[in-house]
């Protein structure tokens, strides 16, 4: 007697995969698609909290579950710890580089001299038709930047978007703790949103499946972010000697996180620090190639390598995805293709009724 309930319940289940057809799946993954598109400015918060709440769910249910606390309790403390390493982290890091910024905006043109004697060194180049020594290349690279700075529209777009970036920042904290005070209460909300027939599938069946591909995907963003900020310090501190190694090898790493804004933010406030203690031809040159294998051992080896392993994929299918989505996208692409690959091999692999790791009869 207790076989006819299971078998009632599996000719259900496949009841319910039979009743999403190909037209619905098409049209769920447009609109989608168009969503997103429309829409990926205004989502860049919502996805970075969501990242980060997803990551810390397990720890805060597991405590709250083991201490016989609360779980709004657990969370608010979890949220306030993620606050306070944050701030120390601002508090040890960011006087020192605006102090280093300001150096250089005070002596600009001694800064621009000391590069271009480096590059230059005791002769002349010729440039666009004009032969320049260093002295002459400083001044002319000093006054265009000046000219280009001094624009009201360049002044316009940098005040724009620091105020554009202050206030994602902060609407990224207030959604990450409304995401991890009631994420299961959201995601039952998001659940409603699929007809009654069809939650046991997504519910059961998808999710279950889906869970932990994303959660292991996600603590692999993880190493590389760990991987990131190990090769920052060994380049920016050991080799290169660089100041606050330390805390730019802390801010790489965690804006490595944030796909391709990330990167180039650390790398230019890496390089600041860079130009204003060592202009030499020798330091610039250790720079770019500190750039170079730090990209290229992220972006192509490393990177790919363990996301892949923790996603199941190929590492060429996460080189793709990253490449194509923010190709489409943007950054909002970069941040979503890989795990938009992985929910859509989650869900064609129970449509499919085959292995969630993409294996055919059982042979890869």
């Not at 290229?296 to 190929?314: K, M, T, Y």
Request: include cysteine; proline fraction near 5%.
């Amino acid at each position: 007697m207790s076989d006819q309930p299971d078998s009632g319940g599996q000719e259900r289940d496949h009841e319910h995969v039979a009743r999403i057809s190909t037209p619905t799946i098409l049209f769920v993954v447009a609109a989608t698609v168009l969503a997103v598109y429309e829409l990926q400015l205004v989502l860049m918060p919502f996805v970075l909290a969501g990242v980060v709440s997803y990551i810390c769910t397990p720890a805060i249910d597991k405590i709250s579950q083991k201490g016989r606390l609360p779980r709004l309790l657990v969370s608010i403390l979890g949220f306030l710890l993620l606050l306070a390493l944050l701030a120390a982290i601002a508090f040890l890091g960011v006087p020192p580089l605006v102090g280093e910024i300001k150096r250089i905006a005070t002596d600009f043109e001694g800064t621009v001299n000391s590069l271009a004697q480096g590059v230059v060194g005791p002769g002349k180049i010729n440039l666009l038709g004009q032969e320049m020594d260093a002295q002459g290349l400083a001044k002319a690279l000093a006054g265009a930047i000046r000219e280009s700075v001094g624009n009201m529209r360049v002044l316009t777009l940098l005040g724009g978007s620091a105020v554009v970036s202050g206030f994602g920042f902060l609407l990224t904290l207030v959604l990450l703790f409304f995401f991890m005070v009631s994420g299961p209460s959201i995601v039952r909300g998001l659940l409603w949103l699929i007809p009654p027939g069809e939650r046991p599938l997504i519910r059961d069946h998808i999710l279950s499946n889906l869970d932990p591909v994303l959660r292991r995907y996600f603590i692999g963003v993880l190493g590389v972010v760990a991987f990131a900020g190990v090769f920052a310090y060994v380049g920016l501190g050991v080799v290169l000697g660089l100041p606050h190694a330390l805390f730019l090898a802390l801010v790489t790493g965690i804006l490595e996180a944030i796909p391709i804004v990330g990167p180039i933010a650390a790398a230019a406030m890496a390089g600041l620090v860079a130009l204003h203690h060592n202009s030499g031809l020798a330091a610039i040159l250790g720079y770019a190639i500190y750039i170079a294998a730090l990209r290229l051992s992220i972006d192509q080896l490393f990177g790919p390598l363990v996301l892949g392993a923790a996603g199941r994929v190929h590492p060429v299918l996460i080189i793709f995805c990253f490449l194509a989505g923010g190709s489409l996208f943007g950054v909002i692409g970069v941040v979503l293709a890989v795990p938009v690959a992985l929910i859509v091999r989650a869900t064609l692999a129970v449509l499919y009724d085959e292995p969630a790791d993409g294996a055919i009869d059982g042979k890869r």
